[in-house]
DNA sequence: TTCCAGGCGTATC
DNA sequence: GATACGCATGGA
């Protein structure tokens, strides 16, 4: 899908469907951006900051202070600019609940993240809310100037990790770090394994569960065929799909899931 | 004060 | 393989 856009100034403005800041930015898949004042984001992946905000309520798009280049290279890719999300909603509006759980939460974009700030995010973020992880999330980040790459993160302990305040989840964190840096786990590799098996090496990792490995598998790796099933979605296939999801998620289940997550929170 | 947060490890059956 | 329980922390 041809990606429209233009330089404006210091800016760069991008004319999006099926985008939505509120939708995309603060809705659970990333942790690391921010509402302003202004209603505009600011945020950031690894070593990226970029101030996002809407034209008025239009599909017109302003990247502040970024140059084309950065915007070809980091935000296109990130913001999934080349997927046709109109058809892919389309695709799943085949059926009644899907079809309302589009229309609720329609400018939903799953966000092409880092997988080991992706996989190390979701540790920090079970049994937590939202603004906990933020917290957690902010203060690593603050600590390295910057999301940690593994290698930046080896000589950490949990007595060491003490400043996040991240509980129990710290000992995770130094159990990740290790086997990522061991190679026990090799993050380029899961990517293209299987969806089982790249589920069951993520969960060698001592912290990370089904729904963990599935929401690093989902928005770090960019795995759409994974499901991560937690206590809402559980709800949502018990009470709508209780003979499993429809033909039209084939393949395309987790974004399926982030409308429908998001749209039987509502109700 | 008590409960809960987009779970998981461990013990026990 | 299913089910119960503890777990760090902080906001509601």
Known sequence: ?????????????????????????????????????????????????????????????????????????????????????????????????????????????????????????????QNNNIPRIKGIIGRLCEHYSGYPSAEMMKDETVESLGYLRSGFRAKYLVDAVSKVLSGEIELEKIRSLPLDEARNKLMTIKGVGPKVADCALLFGFYRTDAFPMDVWVKRVMAQWYPNGLPECTKGIRGIAQQYLFHYIRSL
């Open 1 to 125: 899908m041809a990606i429209e856009y233009k330089t404006d100034g210091n800016d760069i403005l991008l004319r999006q469907s099926d985008f939505a800041l509120d939708d995309t930015l603060d809705c659970g898949q990333a942790f690391r951006w921010e509402k302003t004042a202004d209603n505009a984001y600011h945020g950031a992946f690894l070593n990226n900051q970029l101030t996002i905000s809407c034209e008025n309520g239009s599909d017109l798009f302003r990247l502040h202070n970024t140059t084309e280049q950065e915007f070809i290279e980091v935000w296109a890719d990130y913001f999934d600019l080349s997927t046709d999300y109109g058809r892919l909603k389309a695709q799943l509006s085949e059926d009644e609940m899907l079809s309302k759980a589009c229309a609720y939460a329609g400018g939903i974009r799953i966000l092409r993240q880092d997988s080991w700030e992706a996989l190390s995010s979701f540790i920090i973020s």
